[in-house]
């Protein structure tokens, strides 16, 4: 299919997999090239691929018998960097919504997403770009901010205030529009705080630097 978007589907239920790749086989620049019922056969399922013929992406559920989704996941971006994981369940938990993204899933859908909804997270997080939809950007917080343990501020990296003031409130969810607003400064103002904190935490993007501010116990506007 030329340069169609090649995916893997791992759910451990065959209607559901049937039911993506019918859906998925529709759109002209989809591929779903293998499928796999869990996780311990999807490793196994990518371990007899040539490197040229791996999967894009991989669409994985979240519960599944013999390897779940999120240690798929780890696994999966420990040996296979490129591709693309997104896991797709039914159910939001805090917890399990911030492991997902720990171990390295680029996002994390739930089943009752509309057909086009799907396909427009999978042709943006090909693209690279991260997709994630309101309930679950809140249960990522949410988890976050159970999982925080003390730490000392002093491991700010040599932030100045006003970083810190960006970052606590990309921790709280907050998009950049919000962060010009609460801060009086412009959008691209923002975006320079923003690139500047990326290289500092040493972080690819705004969900870890969340994780980066939440572990070390900062939330809520004003660092702990």
């Given amino acids: 299919m030329g340069n169609a978007i090649k995916i893997m589907i791992v759910d451990d239920h065959d209607m559901v997999r049937l039911g993506l790749?019918?859906?998925?086989?529709?759109?002209?620049?989809?591929?779903?090239?293998?499928?796999?019922?869990?996780?311990?056969?999807?490793?196994?399922?990518?371990?007899?691929l040539e490197e040229t013929a791996l999967p894009d992406m991989i669409l994985m559920d979240l519960m599944m018998p013999l390897m779940d989704g999120v240690e798929t996941t780890r696994e999966v971006v420990r040996n296979y960097p490129d591709i693309k994981v997104i896991l797709l369940t039914s159910f939001l938990e805090d917890e399990k919504v911030l492991q997902a993204i720990e171990a390295g899933a680029i996002t994390y859908v739930l089943k009752t997403v509309s057909s086009d909804e799907l396909a427009h997270v999978l042709r943006s997080s090909f693209r690279g770009l991260q997709v994630m939809n309101s309930e679950v950007s809140q249960a990522l917080t949410r988890g976050l901010r159970k999982r925080s343990t003390e730490s000392s501020q002093d491991e700010e990296a040599g932030l100045t205030s006003?970083?810190?003031?960006?970052?606590?409130?990309i921790a709280d969810g907050?998009?950049?529009?919000?962060?010009?607003?609460?801060?009086?400064?412009?959008?691209?103002t923002v975006k320079t705080h923003v690139s500047n904190l990326l290289m500092k935490c040493e972080a690819i993007d705004r969900t870890q630097l969340a994780i980066y501010a939440h572990r070390r116990g900062w939330s809520g506007g004003a660092a702990k």
Avoid: C, P
């Fill in 162 to 169: 006003r970083e810190m003031e960006v970052l606590l409130l």
């Fill in 21 to 48: 790749k019918t859906y998925l086989s529709m759109e002209s620049d989809f591929d779903v090239i293998s499928e796999a019922g869990n996780g311990k056969e999807a490793l196994e399922r990518l371990g007899a």
């Fill in 174 to 188: 907050k998009t950049n529009k919000d962060i010009a607003d609460e801060l009086h400064i412009s959008i691209k």
